[in-house]
């Protein structure tokens, strides 16, 4: 995905810690989308809530890889023109469309605002990214260790959970500076898009922030730049707040200002009456909250040596038992078919099956090539077998001729034997060599000339059938 170049902390980082201690890989691989979330496939409202009258006023909760509507398509051009028109602006390579129309959405359709918001954006992440130079001992580890801020458990569709514990920050705030707080919140959420999310499925997360202890009025300052500036440079990656921990008249308070909220944000704000509150486990599995807030997870222990970073999960089930997995995730087969069919990007894959993909192909070329392989052993033998079987058989051949050659040279000789004696024993005298005789030796002395021709015949067509061969 193209959003990835921007930094990918994984691959780019020279050597991120975390992958070469055995126990924080194996807490790493945990807090990657599961198997099953890529056979999560949003629909209707999950993708988009659609506001008729205002369409600005809509929530869009998947950007990439999806068709937009003609209101989105058009306030994108319209961007897209401002753009260009401010040519010493030069986007980086991670601003594609969906990323662009996020701006959009961020300045409530104002795009002017949205433009500056891009050129403010472009600033925060050259000074904040790349994060290549992270180290157990960075500072930016060290303060996600703190556990004031940190990444546990997903809800029903996938959604990672961000908790903050605000008393917690209160505690830490003064050792850090405000920059140093927000650049370690950046590289986790940073961490949390690259690593945790699936674009075009599910791109947003829930926070659940816990003001117990904690006067709203007396919020840490940092706490109160923080949150603000992540809402501005992290878009439209918000699904839920959770708020817990509020007094009694901080609910009525918080009743009063919510009907001056813009709706769009009230809708995304839920406030917890108590501990347990059932408004929580509607979207979330209790054993991926926390017992301190009611669910059944083991509480994250605080300040323990890389105990909050990588993130960590504390189950590996994430859709309620009531739910109906057929209704919300699609078959393995059908996630395959629409992978072949191009439907699914190469950059959001699941890697699970994309590897069982290659690893099949794999086997198929290797099958392939065993396959060729016998096929030419196959025919090395045949063609092995067959000049075995000419030379056997010019052989048989040889031998044959040999034999013949040594009948012909018993007949020449008896030739020589025949003609000597006519030679030297001619006699006209009947009583010696009568004509009967005559016709006897003449007989057997054209045969054997005959059969003297036919052997330097068969000599010569075997001497052209070695020389064939041989050629």
């Not at 051009?77 to 961020?106: R, W």
Request: charged share 30%; hydrophobic share 35%; glycine share 2%.
């Amino acid at each position: 995905m193209e959003e990835l170049k921007r930094i990918r902390l994984a691959k780019e980082a020279e050597n991120p810690f975390y992958l070469n201690d055995p126990k924080l890989l194996e807490i790493y691989n945990k807090s990657l989308p599961p198997k099953e979330s890529y056979y999560y496939f949003p629909k209707g409202e999950e993708i988009i809530t659609i506001h008729h009258k205002k369409p600005i006023k809509s929530i869009r909760r998947v950007f990439y890889n999806i068709k937009y509507t003609d209101y989105e398509n058009k306030m994108l051009n319209q961007l897209k023109e401002i753009i260009k028109s401010h040519s010493e602006l030069t986007l980086p390579d991670f601003f594609l469309e969906y990323f662009i129309l996020m701006f959009v959405y961020a300045r409530g359709g104002d795009l002017d605002e949205s433009y500056d918001l891009i050129v403010e954006y472009i600033k925060f992440s050259q000074k904040m990214f790349p994060f290549t130079t992270i180290t157990p001992n960075s500072k930016i580890v060290e303060i996600l260790n703190k556990g004031f801020i940190y990444i546990y458990g997903r809800d029903n569709r996938f959604r990672p959970i961000i908790i903050c514990q605000a008393k917690i920050f209160e505690k830490y705030e003064k050792e850090y500076q405000t920059e140093e707080l927000l650049q370690a919140t950046s590289f986790m959420c940073q961490f949390l898009i690259n690593n945790m999310l699936v674009p075009g499925q599910f791109e947003t997360w829930n926070m659940l922030v816990n003001l117990k202890g904690v006067s709203v009025i007396s919020l840490p300052d940092s706490l109160k730049k923080l949150i603000p500036a992540l809402s501005k440079y992290f878009l439209c990656r918000l699904n839920k707040t959770f708020v817990i921990g509020l007094n009694f008249i901080t609910r009525i308070l918080y009743k009063i200002a919510v009907n001056f909220i813009d709706p769009v944000t009230a809708s995304k704000i839920i406030v917890l009456d108590k501990k347990g509150d059932p408004k929580l486990f509607n979207f979330i599995r209790p054993d991926n909250i926390e017992e301190q807030f009611g669910g059944t997870a083991p509480n994250m222990p605080i300040e323990i040596k890389n105990g909050f970073f990588p993130p960590r999960m504390p189950s590996p089930n994430f859709i309620k038992d009531e739910e109906n997995k057929n209704n919300i995730l699609i078959s393995e087969d059908e996630y395959i078919k629409r992978y072949k069919n191009g439907k699914i990007p190469e950059e959001t894959v699941s890697p699970y099956i994309y590897n069982q993909i290659k690893k099949e192909e794999e086997e198929k070329i290797r099958a392939e090539e065993i396959k060729q392989r016998e096929k030419v052993e196959e025919m090395n033998r045949i063609k092995r077998e067959k000049e075995e079987s000419i030379a056997k058989n010019l052989i048989i051949q040889k031998e044959k001729i040999l034999r013949e050659q040594k009948l012909i040279e018993a007949k020449k000789a008896q030739f020589n034997k025949v003609e000597k004696f006519v030679k030297y024993n001619w006699r006209f005298d009947e009583e010696i060599f009568n004509k009967k005789n005559y016709n006897l030796y003449h007989t057997k002395t054209k045969n054997i000339i005959k059969d003297i021709n036919n052997f330097g015949r068969k000599k010569q067509t075997f001497t052209r059938k070695i020389f064939s061969l041989n050629s």
